[in-house]
């Protein structure tokens, strides 16, 4: 609104360095709208959260077990494992 009122006192002609000049002066109170309370809320576990931490879980088991002297799992190797 300030920069327009500017450009209508100058008849639409305004350099930018006057622009720069009054937008220095020039606070965003009141033209940015309030940001809305942050809400906190409480992890509640369900089925699909579950699956995805038991999968996760088991991923970096396989991922970080060594089954000896620096060897690692085979992920897909069903006769590597031995429960």
């Given at each position: 609104?300030?920069v327009?009122?500017l450009?209508?006192?100058?008849?639409g002609?305004?350099d930018?360095?006057?622009?720069?000049?009054?937008?220095k002066?020039?606070?965003?109170?009141g033209?940015?709208p309030v940001?809305?309370?942050?809400?906190?809320?409480?992890?509640?576990p369900?089925?699909y959260?579950?699956?995805?931490?038991?999968?996760?879980?088991?991923?970096?088991?396989?991922?970080?077990?060594?089954?000896?002297e620096g060897?690692?799992?085979?992920?897909?190797?069903?006769?590597?494992?031995?429960?």
């Amino acid at each position: 609104p300030v920069v327009d009122e500017l450009c209508s006192q100058k008849n639409g002609v305004v350099d930018e360095t006057e622009i720069l000049e009054v937008l220095k002066d020039v606070t965003l109170v009141g033209l940015l709208p309030v940001p809305h309370a942050i809400v906190i809320r409480k992890y509640q576990p369900n089925q699909y959260t579950s699956l995805w931490f038991t999968g996760f879980m088991w991923g970096v088991l396989f991922l970080r077990c060594t089954c000896g002297e620096g060897e690692y799992m085979k992920l897909f190797d069903g006769d590597g494992i031995q429960l």
